[in-house]
């Protein structure tokens, strides 16, 4: 009787001792590797930039086994789209998603994808757009990390008053930034730059008639019910950046930086191809359910649209060149790249 309570302690402790061990070593590499990342975003949770932000984060989670998890902050809830750059260089973000056209003076050889090039789609556009950052890698980014690029699609007039002529265009106060607005200017319009999250306001307001931008705001930002009338131009798209904070990149383990670089031309073409997407299902939607009429210019009104916007690109290249840029090379690399 003695004995054998003897031995069934001892089997008991060993059990027990199995189970600790078990559970510690399974938990051991998580508990060891858990990094915590802070993913800042400037528009509305529903908008594409904020759509293949949480795409991103799922699949970092998944590649790195829950090593690393992403709290993503939408809405400008941690930096706002103006301080975005200079939040995440000074780490208040690890990570953030910034817009290049609102400081067009800061990422010269970027904007130049905005530029009236003949790009078809935010696809086409997301990749060259990354191909012209790693074959020049500006100086513009030398104080973060890219963790990817890509761009909207190409810009159409959104306004609550028909655009059919140069005419109608004209004096129009439409919203836009960067390379988009220098296009609006050379039609005859009055651009008006802000940000994307600050347009709704300002077109509840009457401050603006419209907007200049890819059409999935229409349905994103619900501009369908204040503007129905789309001209389609198809030019000129905007440039986005996925940055991160250079120390906080350095601190992480190898395999993390893998997951990292790996995803970085996978998520431009991911992002590209669900803003093409989402462009389509935006069209049909405002047709069908908002009443939006749709103008398609004549060839000869497109003729004269397409002529006021050809010195925008001399111009460019002038004042790059007077920067020391390559500017004859990024503006060629980019029509290369667009083929
Ligand atoms: C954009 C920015 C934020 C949310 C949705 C968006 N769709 C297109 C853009 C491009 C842009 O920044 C702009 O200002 O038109």
């Known amino acids: 009787m003695v004995k054998r309570s003897f031995f069934s302690v001892l089997l008991t402790l060993f059990f027990l001792f199995t189970i600790v061990s078990c559970l510690f070593v399974f938990q051991a590499p998580a508990m060891a590797g858990t990094i915590d990342l802070n993913y800042a975003n400037f528009p509305p949770a529903p908008t594409f930039p904020c759509v293949q932000m949480e795409r991103w984060k799922v699949e970092v989670e998944k590649r790195t086994n829950g090593q690393v998890s992403i709290?993503?902050?939408?809405?400008?809830?941690?930096?706002?789209?103006?301080?975005?750059m200079d939040g995440v260089?000074?780490?208040?973000?690890?990570?953030?998603?910034?817009?290049?056209?609102?400081?067009?003076?800061?990422?010269?050889?970027?904007?130049?994808?905005?530029?009236?090039?003949g790009i078809k789609d935010a696809k086409t556009g997301s990749l060259a757009l990354l191909k012209l950052y790693e074959k020049y890698k500006p100086e513009a980014f030398k104080d973060v990390v890219v963790l990817t690029m890509f761009a909207n699609a190409?810009?159409?007039?959104?306004?609550?008053?028909?655009?059919?002529?140069?005419?109608?265009?004209?004096?129009?106060?439409?919203?836009?930034?960067?390379?988009?607005?220098?296009?609006?200017?050379?039609?005859?319009?009055?651009?008006?730059?802000?940000?994307?999250?600050?347009?709704?306001?300002?077109?509840?307001k009457g401050t603006v008639k419209g907007?200049?931008?890819?059409?999935e705001v229409m349905k994103d930002n619900n501009f369908a019910e204040m503007c129905k009338y789309v001209t389609?131009?198809?030019?000129?798209?905007?440039?986005?950046?996925?940055?991160?904070?250079?120390?906080?990149?350095?601190?992480?383990?190898?395999?993390?930086?893998?997951v990292f670089m790996d995803l970085k031309e996978e998520q431009?073409?991911?992002?590209?191809?669900?803003m093409d997407e989402q462009i389509q299902k935006s069209i049909a939607w405002s047709k069908e359910?908002?009443?939006?009429?749709?103008?398609?210019?004549?060839a000869a009104e497109k003729a004269k649209w397409d002529g006021k916007l050809s010195f925008i690109i001399d111009d460019w290249i002038k004042t790059a060149k007077e920067k020391g840029l390559p500017a004859e090379d990024i503006v060629k690399d980019i029509k290369a790249f667009i083929q």
């Open 289 to 298: 359910t908002q009443n939006v009429e749709f103008i398609s210019l004549s």
């Open 89 to 117: 260089i000074a780490g208040q973000a690890d990570i953030g998603n910034i817009c290049m056209a609102y400081q067009p003076g800061r990422f010269i050889v970027t904007n130049a994808t905005s530029l009236p090039l």
């Open 232 to 258: 389609l131009t198809e030019t000129g798209i905007y440039p986005f950046a996925v940055i991160m904070n250079k120390a906080k990149y350095a601190s992480l383990p190898e395999d993390v930086k893998k």
């Open 71 to 84: 709290k993503t902050f939408p809405g400008g809830t941690l930096l706002g789209a103006k301080e975005m």
């Open 211 to 215: 907007l200049f931008s890819s059409l």
């Open 154 to 204: 190409p810009g159409n007039v959104m306004s609550k008053y028909p655009v059919k002529t140069l005419d109608d265009i004209k004096g129009m106060d439409l919203r836009a930034s960067g390379g988009a607005a220098q296009i609006l200017k050379a039609w005859g319009a009055n651009p008006v730059g802000m940000p994307m999250p600050a347009t709704v306001e300002a077109l509840q």
């Open 268 to 274: 431009s073409l991911w992002t590209g191809t669900y």
